[in-house]
T-cell receptor
Framework: NAGVTQTPKFQVLKTGQSMTLQCAQD?????MSWYRQDPGMGLRLIHYSVGAGITDQGEVPNGYNVSRSTTEDFPLRLLSAAPSQTSVYFC??????????????FGPGTRLTVL | TQLLEQSPQFLSIQEGENLTVYCNSSSVFSSLQWYRQEPGEGPVLLVT?????EVKKLKRLTFQFGDARKDSSLHITAAQPGDTGLYLCAGLPFWDTGNQFYFGTGTSLTVIP
């Protein structure tokens, strides 16, 4: 199993550009999520999905869109990049979310810089 | 203001020393997890605690969930350079009817050989 994969690993954008961060998992997990990590703030949830076709907002959703057309893929779209979106982005998945105790498996992250 | 505050934010100790990291909140959590993250990688789960007062041990690491389920601690005995990393607590608050896990602010640990 490859686990959770993310592409690209690094990206530099100019203000106003759009892009999609890719995330895929091969563990047949129902729950997938996107976090951003900024210094001194831990990880903050952007969007999450409890299954194909179902998505919801997390703590910091503004400026981001997601969709979940398959169990495996959960792309994150930046609509119009802003310098405040400079961060490290992590995708994660877990088998279910029924109890809130399932282990979340994280991808290696995408380091995004917006100029 | 973060829902889960961790202290200290940074910690640098000599190999062989003991240390404790704290994770505190004013909210009650149904479960709480501890993750470790190494540079350039995603976090990896260390432990999950679900019962107030619960203590779990993982080799030299001891995790405790507070009786009131508002706080947790991680104690490392005889720290080794391999323990170096960012330690994150994460919890599911009782009041959140969705499926949102909240992460703490993190503690960056450096163990000097």
């Amino acid at each position: 199993n490859a686990g959770v994969t993310q592409t690209p690993k690094f990206q530099v954008l100019k203000t106003g550009q759009s892009m999609t961060l890719q995330c895929a998992q091969d563990m047949n997990h129902e729950y997938m999520s996107w976090y951003r990590q900024d210094p001194g703030m831990g990880l903050r949830l952007i969007h999450y999905s409890v299954g194909a076709g179902i998505t919801d907002q997390g703590e910091v959703p503004n400026g981001y869109n997601v969709s979940r057309s398959t169990t495996e893929d959960f792309p994150l779209r930046l609509l119009s990049a802003a310098p405040s979106q400079t961060s490290v982005y992590f995708c994660a998945s877990s088998y279910t979310w029924a109890s809130g105790t399932d282990e979340q498996f994280f991808g290696p992250g995408t380091r995004l810089t917006v100029l | 203001t973060q829902l889960l505050e961790q202290s200290p934010q940074f910690l640098s100790i000599q190999e062989g020393e003991n240390l404790t990291v704290y994770c505190n909140s004013s909210s009650v959590f149904s479960s709480l997890q501890w993750y470790r993250q190494e540079p350039g990688e995603g976090p990896v789960l260390l432990v999950t605690v679900v019962t107030g007062g619960e203590v779990k041990k993982l080799k030299r690491l001891t995790f405790q969930f507070g009786d009131a389920r508002k706080d947790s601690s991680l104690h490392i005995t005889a720290a080794q350079p391999g323990d170096t990393g960012l330690y994150l607590c994460a919890g599911l608050p009782f009041w959140d009817t969705g499926n949102q896990f909240y992460f703490g602010t993190g503690t960056s640990l450096t163990v000097i050989p």
